[in-house]
């Protein structure tokens, strides 16, 4: 299924949004979808690099994506609810998520180099641990196969896993930021499932367009500052914490609305990416002479 059909189906989800409950809500799902999909292409770096690592045959990678992303979605879920449920319970949870994603963004910006590795997390090596697996490759994309009568796991399933996994660990930073832009969890969800299947197909168009977007890192560090930002500004209008003003909201500092929130992301990723095209446009001359 072609990009632009996922590109105009999250189009369409918020003009319905839009429609049915409301141009606020319609705003929250586009900045959130947005938001989510251009945190989620950094996640591709770490994808080719583990398509690589594993030499995951041409012929079995969309398999591998489409079930390692439905995964993803499957414990992104169950991060979404975590989400919501701290949320309601404490509102001065935002001050946590507003520092982690300032936090967040200072990281990138000062490890901006890719690793070329990569580096299996605690879960792929338990797994690995616990059970036996095969380096080589089937016909078919089996999850299990028998080596010498013995049942093990296959390459494939052994990447699907790392693929899933390793997008929750993304997720540790996307989900707080587009909590930050919306406490609805549908929206939330809804944005996300949209964002994840799309990277499916934009793996397979970009070619090498991830290395021109050479400030590409900068551009979401500048994002989740950004709405880093917005949290604690959101925070101090609800805060409930005795040593600020003494537990009463601060109603004195400004909030930024999702319209002029929405503009901002589009604002800073156009920036970031036309940036990105224009110095690589002017290396490549320079490298020709």
Not at 21 to 35: E, L, M, R, V
């Amino acid at each position: 299924m072609a990009l632009s059909v996922y590109i105009a189906g999250a189009v369409a989800a918020g003009l319905i949004i839009t429609v049915t409950s409301g141009s606020s809500y319609g705003a929250q799902f586009f900045a959130g979808w947005i938001t989510e999909y251009s945190l989620s292409v950094d996640n591709l770096f770490v994808f080719l690099v583990i398509m690589g690592s594993f030499g995951v045959p041409q012929r079995f990678q969309q398999t591998a994506l489409l079930i390692g992303i439905v995964m993803a979605l499957v414990l992104r879920a169950g991060f979404i609810a975590v989400g919501a449920a701290a949320i309601n319970r404490f509102t001065s949870v935002f001050y946590l998520f507003g520092l982690f994603l300032i936090v967040t963004a200072y990281t990138l910006v000062r490890g901006s180099d890719e690793d070329d590795e990569f580096h299996e997390n605690v879960i792929l090596r338990w797994l690995e641990r616990r059970f036996p697996a095969t380096r080589s490759w089937d016909a078919a994309p089996r999850l299990i196969t028998r080596v010498d009568g013995v049942r093990v796991m296959t390459p494939m399933l052994v990447v699907i896993v790392a693929l899933g996994t390793t997008d929750l660990l993304f997720a540790l930073d996307s989900i707080p930021a587009i909590y930050g832009l919306t406490s609805e969890p549908f929206l939330v969800l809804t944005a996300n499932i949209f964002a994840l299947m799309g990277l499916r197909q934009l793996y397979f168009l970009i070619g090498d367009l991830l290395k021109r977007l050479v400030f590409l890192g900068i551009g979401l560090a500048v994002l989740l500052a950004f709405i880093g930002v917005k949290m604690i500004l959101h925070a101090l209008h609800t805060n409930t914490l005795p040593f600020i003003n003494s537990g009463q909201p601060v109603s004195s500092v400004p909030e930024i609305s999702i319209g002029a929130s929405l503009g901002a992301i589009v604002a800073i990723l156009t920036v970031t990416t036309v940036a990105s095209l224009l110095s690589s446009a002017r290396q490549k001359r320079d490298s020709q002479g």
